[in-house]
Nanobody
Framework: VQLVESGGGSVQAGGSLRLSCVFT????????MGWFRQAPGKEREAVAA????????YVADSVKGRFAISEDNAKNILYLQMYSLQPEDTDMYYC???????????????????WGEGTQVTVS
């Protein structure tokens, strides 16, 4: 199983970015995928999660209304569309995946079994 993130970069405040996460390996059935972020010295924060093949999603209150999570199920790609980025959104963003029940996926406490290496987002 492998997750590879892309799409990070440097933007000015108010700008937008779209992160992508390609999930390869054991992708049969439905599973939970999510986006997390972490700055040095801080705890990892769950940003958004999605139960594949369904409309079941979770978006953290801190980014609700600005971030949206979606998937291309046929290509096993998870997206995080980020609008109105602010300097406090500067973090390393990680993609995670795991086989959990939907209620655990979107309850805000999803802990992935697999992680990508992250993509840096810098907002100035």
């Amino acid at each position: 199983v492998q997750l590879v993130e892309s799409g990070g970069g440097s933007v000015q405040a108010g700008g937008s970015l779209r992160l992508s996460c390609v999930f390869t390996g054991y992708t049969y059935g439905r599973y939970c995928m999510g986006w997390f972020r972490q700055a040095p010295g801080k705890e990892r924060e769950a940003v958004a999660a999605h139960y594949t093949g369904t409309a079941t999603t979770y978006v953290a209150d801190s980014v609700k209304g600005r971030f949206a999570i979606s998937e291309d199920n046929a290509k096993n790609i998870l997206y995080l569309q980020m609008y109105s980025l602010q300097p406090e959104d500067t973090d390393m963003y990680y993609c995670g995946a795991g086989f959990v029940l939907p209620i655990r996926c979107v309850g805000g406490s999803f802990l992935p079994a697999w992680w990508g290496e992250g993509t840096q987002v810098t907002v100035s």
